[in-house]
């Protein structure tokens, strides 16, 4: 289950996708997350999951790669099906047995939930996807630079993000690591009630504690060693510059807003 953890992961490419401004694509993606939140009817999701399936297919992202990423969610995916589909009321009831009871309303509310999770998820990723850290973070220090004016730490809080997306899949390695020599000891991980499995958790949880220190300790040493001060007259050997595509990519994110507000006004 760990392996499949996704999330920081960047896969290199020469896609129009890949070649997007960094910046172009973070507001596209708070774009595209508003859009969910916006779509009201079966036809939005249909023409959300359309343009996520065509930026995958341009970015050669394969679908393998977006449902192996979903694989650790699967909890909260059923648990958010289950709470909609038995505590929604109405009353068009479609099963109905001693105090359980399942309406048309709370099936439809399960279905939309879960599909606005999956395409919430499977989008966000689409950014990692296609984008290192490290343009991550000049995309971010960019577009937040006016905040400077307010002595906001921006450089830092960029900083800060890119090292966390970038230390996701080694603190996932090393953890699979880890559970892997406490197997090779005779410990239990996999089998017992949720309590027992918990509690067999603990060994596990202070070597990656110590590991995680150790790591951050390197970092820290290695950039003081370099002579890292901040972003204070930081230099950047790749400048950002917007383009054509980043314009068209803004129209066609513009056109998937209107479109999504069109079905849902004529309740397609």
Known sequence: MLKDITLGQYFPGDTPVHRLDPRTKLILTLVYIAAIFM???WGGYALVFAALAS???IAHIRPKALLK????LIFIIVFTAVLNLFFTGG????FQW???HITWTGLERAVSMVL????????TFMLTYTTSPLAITDALERLLSPLKKLHVPVYELSLMMCIALRFIPTLVEETDRIMSAQKARGADLETGTLPERARALLPLLIPLFISSFRRADELALAMECRCYNGGQGRTRMKQLHMARQDAAAFALGALLVAGIL???RLGI
């Open 69 to 72: 990423g979903l694989k650790p």
């Open 39 to 41: 779509v009201g009817s």
């Open 262 to 264: 069109l079905l849902r």
């Open 91 to 94: 009353d068009d009831i479609l």
């Open 116 to 123: 606005r999770i999956l395409l919430l998820v499977s989008g």
């Open 55 to 57: 930026v995958a297919a």
């Open 98 to 100: 001693k105090f359980i």
